[in-house]
Nanobody, 118 residues
Framework: VQLVESGGGLVQAGGSLRLSCAAT????????IAWFRQAPGKEREFVAR????????YYADSVKGRFTISRDNAKNMVYLQMNSLKPEDTAVYYC????????????WGQGTQVTVSS
């Protein structure tokens, strides 16, 4: 199983970025894919999740209305479109996967840095 993130970078406040997560080695219909983030000195926090089987999406309150999680079945990719970025969105963003029958995210990517300047 491998999850590989890309698309991070430096952006000014109010700008946009799109993160990508390439997932291989999973039976996708059995998994939920999520984005988490961890800022310096803070605990890792949930950002958004999508179920591969039914495309239901879930968001942290802090990103609702600004971030959109989506998937491309043909490419086995999950995306996080981030708009109206704020300095407090600065963090390392991680892609993670969990089996729908489990509460634990078993697989993680290496992370991609997002920095939002004010």
């Amino acid at each position: 199983v491998q999850l590989v993130e890309s698309g991070g970078g430096l952006v000014q406040a109010g700008g946009s970025l799109r993160l990508s997560c390439a997932a291989t080695g999973l039976r996708f219909e059995d998994y939920a894919i999520a984005w988490f983030r961890q800022a310096p000195g803070k605990e890792r926090e949930f950002v958004a999740r999508i179920n591969w089987s039914d495309s239901n999406t879930y968001y942290a309150d802090s990103v609702k209305g600004r971030f959109t999680i989506s998937r491309d079945n043909a490419k086995n990719m999950v995306y996080l479109q981030m708009n109206s970025l704020k300095p407090e969105d600065t963090a390392v963003y991680y892609c993670a996967a969990r089996n729908l029958g489990s509460a634990k995210y078993s697989y993680w990517g290496q992370g991609t840095q997002v920095t939002v300047s004010s």
